[in-house]
């Protein structure tokens, strides 16, 4: 039987300073295309009424004020339910509907990803078909079944949809399929570690990169939630829901309208950066080798 000879070629990448070059200023260039719609929306809000309505419209501000933020906030003064409640309303079913969809996520995702059990593949196909219907398809379903649980005008309308959102236990199993090495999980049963140590002490420092992301998709969801068929209470409204209630008043409340937004997008973009930071140090530092 003739033996198969196999050559072992050793593949050095090597760039030339000028690619270097070209690559950095192709990063460069996209960075400030992509980054282009927040600074015009910041420049929206610090233009006068009148720089707002002039045509043809300018991208940066000639004499940037702070009068329509003055604007907004006088606006939030004359709300008959305290504006504080509104802000209270959105942070709470924020955090808590991230926090909990990022335990539920992963703990599900754990046990499709490393522990076998009959019917395990059959629910991960199905959560996977679920991934192809938009949240429109499923409303009356959803509205049906948070009736019958005396969920409607309850915070539960909102922290319990987000809880189920199978995009983050889809995207926390696949991460656990290709980084949580089983051979470690197994080392730790044999010292003695239960199943939920293992996966709290183990897997999920593991899959930090992935819950990261998991927290950004989340809260720039719930954060940015305006008006819900599920809320008619005033009181439980969201502070998106208000903005956008304060703001609707025609020409003379665009310049509140340009706050608004940059007041909207200031906090998913500081969690966005926050966030970003702590996954590329994790990506550039947790990798491992069998």
């Not at 802000?87 to 335990?103: D, P, Q």
Request: proline fraction near 4%.
């Amino acid at each position: 039987m003739a033996k198969m000879r196999t050559r072992n070629h050793r593949v050095v990448l090597s760039r030339s300073a000028g690619g270097d070059a070209g690559i950095t200023v192709i990063m460069v260039i996209l960075g400030a295309f992509m980054f282009l719609p927040m600074l015009y929306t910041l420049m929206q809000s610090l233009k006068p009424l009148d720089e707002l309505w002039m045509y043809p419209p300018r991208f940066f501000v000639l004499k940037p004020t702070f009068r329509n933020f003055k604007d907004l906030f006088s606006l939030m003064n004359t709300s008959w339910v305290p504006f504080s409640r509104y802000i209270f309303n959105t942070v709470f079913t924020t955090i808590a509907g991230t926090f909990g969809h990022l335990l539920i996520a992963s703990m599900c995702a754990y046990a499709l990803a490393k522990i076998k059990f009959p019917g395990g593949r059959f629910m991960f196909k199905t959560i996977q078909t679920s991934l192809m219907f938009h949240a429109t398809v499923t409303t009356v379903t959803s509205f049906i079944l948070m009736s019958a649980f005396k969920m409607i005008d309850t915070y539960w309308a909102i922290i319990i949809p987000a809880w189920g959102s199978t995009l983050g236990l889809y995207l926390m199993k696949q991460f656990m399929d290709t980084n949580v090495a089983d051979a470690i999980l197994e080392s730790a049963r044999l010292d003695g570690a239960n199943e939920f140590r293992t996966f709290w002490t183990i897997a999920m420092p593991m899959v930090k990169p992935a819950w990261l992301t998991l927290i950004i998709y989340s809260f720039q969801g719930l954060w940015n939630a305006g008006a819900s068929i599920y809320i008619y209470s005033e009181q439980l409204k969201s502070f998106n829901y208000a903005i956008g209630q304060i703001t609707a008043g025609g020409i003379r409340r665009a310049g509140a309208s340009a706050a608004s937004t940059v007041l909207m997008m200031a906090v998913p973009i500081i969690v966005f950066v926050i966030s970003q930071s702590n996954i590329i140090e994790t990506m550039g530092s947790s990798g491992m080798k069998d």
